[in-house]
């Protein structure tokens, strides 16, 4: 409901059985938890403790300039991405802040750091002017990988997604649904359970979680 704050979760005989919400009570028969970097705040008022830490992912767009990027860029050895938008901004990013946080501003460290890995993968930025940066709060799994799992009864968690949240929504919303809908995960998200923490089958990804 828009505009409308879950406040709280309401289990009986071990089942969820809907939300308390700052609009009143939501009853459903099964509930699906996607809340990104708020993945932990919302678990806990189901009784769970995730794997995961909320860092700030701080992002920045460039004032307009003549096409020159066709594609995503990104910079390995700084951690560095860029993409140019329709209105010519460079829209680029790239390291975490190094600290747990809820709130969506960064320090100006990090803004030194990307700065710097720009400059290093193309000179020519140290003459681009920025216009503004945000942050948003990432759900960094200790692996780099996400989970998709049923955690209850009539529970469900799809979190953890790291820095790959937005570009992997589409696919991430299909196989979240196959989970719904029938029960046992889709075939490609098979491995992203959650008790793989606890069962030492963590994921040999590239790695890029929370540490």
Request: neutral net charge.
């Amino acid at each position: 409901i828009q505009g409308c704050e879950v406040m709280g979760i309401r289990r009986e005989a071990g089942r969820v059985v809907g939300v308390e919400t700052t609009r009143g009570f939501i009853g459903c028969g099964k509930l699906a938890l996607a809340a990104a970097g708020n993945s932990s705040r919302v678990a806990e008022m189901a009784g769970l403790r995730l794997p995961i830490e909320s860092h700030v992912l701080q992002a920045f767009v460039s004032e307009g300039l003549k096409p020159f990027i066709d594609t995503v860029v990104t910079f390995g050895a700084g951690h560095f991405y860029v993409s140019q938008s329709d209105k010519g901004g460079l829209v680029f990013g790239g390291d975490i802040d190094g600290y747990n946080s809820y709130a969506q501003r960064g320090n100006l460290a990090l803004v030194e750091h990307v700065a710097e890995a720009g400059v290093a993968l193309i000179p020519g930025l140290s003459r681009v002017r920025a216009l503004r940066g945000w942050g948003g709060i990432m759900d960094m799994s200790m692996d780099g990988s996400p989970i998709i799992d049923r955690v209850g009864d009539n529970l469900y968690l799809n979190a953890g997604w790291c820095y790959g949240g937005f570009k992997a929504t589409p696919a991430s919303g299909f196989c979240f649904a196959h989970l719904i809908a029938r029960g046992v995960p889709q075939e490609t998200a098979a491995a992203f359970r959650l008790d793989r923490f606890a069962r030492g089958y963590t994921l040999d990804e590239k790695g890029v979680g929370a540490q």
